[in-house]
């Protein structure tokens, strides 16, 4: 596909949803607009094969735009763009110094920091499906740009768990601990962005989806704990109305840590 009708279709797309989304429409229309780098890796990305066809955007967030396309054999695929920005580049670096897996890493500009964090993202994904954990399958990674499969149906994105109100969040808390623990004790990683925004409802196949792994760290990190406590914070925060009163929060994180989290009844 030559690449101008791969922009033009993007933008196309933008602009029906820009009927329907007023509010956030000048970041999506900006989003449409591509660097010729992004379009550059797109397009070689659908020479490979990899990327059959781009449908439209899904998001346009502050750190990253996120769309949808078909992939090999016509599944869906996400392609999260991390826009190059040095403003939000600043914290970033404190999620990867520390993490041994970049120890090698030294400051760098804002494009070449944007490389590691797609990468990293990508690497992450890669360890959290290996440990079992239900998010998304890394597909590909090129500088800024990761592809990865899509949660959700007909370009339309799983809700956060933030939009829906589960039939049975019991069942959803205990799977959600499952995952948390499965990372940590299977793959020694902490997301560390963990909260009802990053958490989507697949509800195709009833269940919960982990995404955003871009700020996870391995446990070898020295605020590793302290992320870790923030995530279980803000998911015990998001299902207090199935909480337990009395939960002993110290056994609940010690199990989790330990691979086999107490259930939630
Ligand atoms: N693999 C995916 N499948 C479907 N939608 C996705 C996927 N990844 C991200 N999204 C959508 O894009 C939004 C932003 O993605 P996310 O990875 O959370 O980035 P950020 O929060 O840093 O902008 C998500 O809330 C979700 O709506
Ligand atoms: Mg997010």
């Known amino acids: 596909m030559p690449r101008d009708q791969l922009d033009d279709m993007l933008a196309e797309k933008v602009d029906k949803r820009r009927e329907r989304v007023k509010d956030s429409s000048d970041r999506k229309a900006q989003a449409a607009v591509m660097s010729p780098r992004v379009s550059k890796i797109l397009f070689d990305m659908h020479g490979k094969g990899t990327i059959q066809r781009l449908v439209g955007i899904v998001n346009a967030g502050k750190e990253a735009n996120v769309y949808n396309a078909i992939g090999a054999g016509g599944h869906e695929l996400a392609i999260k763009v991390f826009r190059i920005n040095s403003q939000t580049s600043k914290w970033m670096q404190d999620y990867?110094?520390?993490?041994?897996?970049?120890?090698?890493?030294?400051?760098?500009?804002?494009?070449a920091l944007m490389t590691t964090w797609a990468l990293k993202e990508f690497?992450?994904?890669?360890?959290?499906?290996d440990a079992g954990v239900p998010c998304p399958e890394p597909v590909a990674v090129r500088e800024n740009v990761l592809v990865m499969g899509f949660v959700g149906e007909g370009g339309t994105p799983a809700r956060r768990l933030t939009e829906v109100e589960l039939a049975d969040p019991a069942k959803h808390l205990n799977a959600v601990l499952q995952g948390m623990a499965d990372l940590i004790a299977k793959a020694r990683l902490v997301h560390a962005d963990l909260s009802a925004f990053n958490l989507l409802y697949d509800e195709g196949n009833d269940q919960v989806i982990f995404i955003d792994f871009a700020q996870g760290v391995l446990m070898d990190h020295p605020n590793a704990r302290k992320y870790f406590d923030?995530?279980?914070?803000n998911v015990l925060g998001y299902f207090a109305g199935v909480i337990p009163e009395g939960l002993d929060r110290d056994a609940l994180v010690d199990s989790i840590i330990a691979g086999k989290p107490l259930r939630v009844e």
């Open 96 to 111: 990867i110094l520390g993490d041994p897996r970049f120890a090698r890493y030294k400051k760098k500009d804002s494009r």
């Open 123 to 129: 690497k992450n994904l890669k360890r959290a499906r």
């Open 230 to 233: 923030r995530d279980v914070d």
